[in-house]
């Protein structure tokens, strides 16, 4: 009798024991997670730092858009644009993901995005307070509102506040091909 308890009492043990481990494992999982999140590699540029993307001149077709995670057009667009890096890259078309997202949420919400979306295309984080004077050298036509493309290839430029389909954003960079 004394041997059957003190083996259920021991089984007990082993088993909480286990489930302790188990936690301490799902927990140790989760910090892994959010700490390679928080060390994906973000560059972050002020508008005097970003505008050299805005003026290159090297033959490439330059996409860049302009998002936020808290933009649901622009979120539902995302997926166009990596489609067209994938499917363009062997012609010289180059996708920039500009990020206008809110600074103290590049941890907790921009880069777990980028890594449960798994953009491959080149993403960066545009934090300069001053809207009113980068936004008019963005495009003088821009309101500031997002989704925005600027299309460009040397000195032939052309900027559009709205939502793409893939469809329409081929079109634009096809032009650009000819």
Same mark, same amino acid.
């Given at each position: 009798m004394k041997f059957k308890v003190l083996l259920i009492t021991l089984l007990v043990f082993v088993s909480c024991n286990n489930k302790e481990k188990k936690t301490?494992?799902?927990?140790?999982?989760s910090t892994i997670e959010k700490q390679s999140e928080a060390n994906l590699d973000l560059e972050v540029y002020d508008f005097n730092g970003f505008e050299k993307f805005l003026n290159k001149k090297d033959d490439k077709i330059h996409v860049i858009?302009?998002?936020a995670t808290w933009c649901a057009p622009c979120v539902k667009e995302l997926p166009?644009?990596?489609k067209l890096q994938a499917e363009y890259a062997n012609k010289n078309v180059e996708v920039l993901l500009v990020s206008l997202d809110f600074p103290h949420l590049y941890d907790? $919400?921009?880069?777990p995005f980028i890594k449960n979306k798994k953009l491959k295309s080149k993403v960066i984080a545009l934090d300069d307070v001053d809207m009113n004077t980068w936004i008019p050298k963005v495009d003088e036509t821009w309101s500031g509102s997002i989704p925005a493309t600027i299309i460009? $290839?040397?000195?032939?430029?052309?900027f559009f506040e709205q939502s793409f389909s893939f469809e329409a954003l081929e079109t634009e960079v096809k032009q650009f091909l000819k």
């Open positions: 301490d494992t799902a927990i140790n999982n858009n302009f998002w166009y644009f990596e907790s $919400k921009l880069k460009y $290839k040397n000195n032939e430029r052309k």
